[in-house]
């Protein structure tokens, strides 16, 4: 059974204390009050966690962020024990002392990595250089990934990339600020030999092209087959239409006319008329 995860487990006995959630393995998790009404054999799909007796609960509700995660998530209460994140579950997420980084205060939000304590107890640290990984597996330059935005240096923005590693941003590839806790889709750009990762938010050229060029089909079949733009049409009006450059759509018109999909005209682009 996966503590701190979504298990899909099956209802092996009903008692009044709640309805025991079993896998295939023999473990069983308690379901306290069900939302319905259940019956032995049947499956659902729950959080699995340690009551503070160390036996296992399940919950029908679905975290913010499950074990393995990083996470932004909202401070609660600080109180002699830790903080306490909610994190959507009725019982709140400990952030022990030990595990935060400066000053923690209700209402505010913290960025945490989610793991399990040696008691097996789901909690969440700040501390994210203890949790990452050091060593980057061969993630290849254009692989697509998942950003955390963690925090901002003057090189550009330390993200945590596929809640497992570290990486940079630069401010020079950035068109404006990003927030604290911003969850964005980026792309691999080079692994360096210190073993971080530095990434971008430009796609990869062969997908921006791929991406355009659907646009620009997409508007076409949205406009009645034709747009009253070309390859002589001013940057501005390029940018405004699709918020790409003139160099970037001529690419895209081209591959699209080598492949029979558009008409280039004098008055613009237009789709091929069947037949």
Request: proline share 5%; glycine share 10%.
């Amino acid at each position: 059974m996966n503590i701190g995860q979504l298990n899909t487990l099956t209802v092996t006995r009903l008692t009044s204390a709640g309805a025991y959630l079993g896998n295939d393995e023999g473990d069983e998790a308690l379901l306290v009050k069900p939302s319905g009404e259940l019956a032995v054999g049947e499956s659902l799909t729950v959080f699995v966690y340690r009551f503070g007796d160390g036996s296992l609960g399940a919950s029908e509700q679905t975290p913010l962020a499950q074990c393995g995660d990083v996470a932004e998530l909202t401070v609660s209460e600080v109180n002699d024990t830790g903080a306490f994140l909610d994190w959507g579950l009725d019982k709140q997420l400990l952030l022990p002392h030990g595990e935060q980084l400066g000053r923690v205060s209700a209402g505010k939000p913290v960025i945490v990595k989610l793991y399990l304590d040696q008691q097996q107890r789901i909690v969440a640290s700040m501390r994210l250089d203890r949790h990452l990984e050091e060593r980057v597996p061969a993630l290849r330059p254009g692989q697509p990934v998942q950003l955390l935005v963690a925090k901002r240096t003057e090189l550009g923005y330390k993200c945590v990339v596929n809640h497992r590693y570290w990486g940079l941003l630069y401010h020079s590839e950035l068109e404006g600020p990003l927030q604290f806790g911003q969850r964005l889709e980026g792309w691999v750009k080079y692994r360096r030999p210190d073993q971080r990762l530095d990434v971008t938010l430009d796609a990869p050229r062969h997908q921006q092209v791929d991406d355009i060029a659907e646009l620009i089909l997409l508007k076409l079949e949205a406009n009645d087959g034709f747009l009253a733009l070309g390859d002589k049409s001013p940057p501005e009006a390029i940018k405004r239409l699709f918020g790409v450059s003139k160099k970037a759509f001529k690419t895209a018109l081209s591959r699209l006319y080598k492949q029979r999909r558009i008409v280039i005209t004098d008055q613009g682009i237009e789709l091929p008329r069947p037949g």
